[in-house]
């Protein structure tokens, strides 16, 4: 299968993931209820339930990240060269500096979410 193939075939199973998690996450957060003040039967939706969608959630999150993975592992040749191009001799500390904040984001979060 050619290289361009596969490409479209990543990108567009990471716009599906993308938006259903988007998706789900919107549902879990406004439209299923949680917590105590309803009664078990209130939890269903489209005849699963909260902690079912919240599994199904998680399963599409994970797979959107192998997904964005090895989307970024097969465009890295244009990553770096348009790093290299606007950013020159700095391109490698651009790239890390951008990785570093994606990852105190994610680890500032975890700690305000728990």
């Known amino acids: 299968m050619q290289k361009n193939t596969v490409k479209f075939i990543l990108d567009s199973l990471l716009f599906l993931t ?16 949680k917590g105590g003040r309803v009664g078990p ?6 005849g699963l339930h909260r ?5 199904i959630h998680l399963f599409l999150g994970i797979s ?9 592992w097969l465009n890295w040749s244009w990553i770096k060269g348009s790093a290299q191009k606007y950013f020159g ?5 651009f790239l890390l500096t951008l990785c ?3 990852i105190a984001v994610l680890i ?7």
């Open 64 to 72: 959107m990240l192998v997904i964005l993975t090895l989307h970024l």
């Open 18 to 33: 993308a938006t259903s998690t988007a998706a789900l996450g919107l549902l879990l957060g406004f439209v299923i209820p």
């Open 108 to 114: 500032a979060g975890w700690i305000i979410m728990h």
């Open 100 to 102: 570093g904040g994606w």
């Open 89 to 93: 001799a700095k391109w490698s500390r």
């Open 41 to 46: 039967e209130e939890k269903f939706f489209l």
């Open 51 to 55: 902690h079912e969608w919240g599994d």
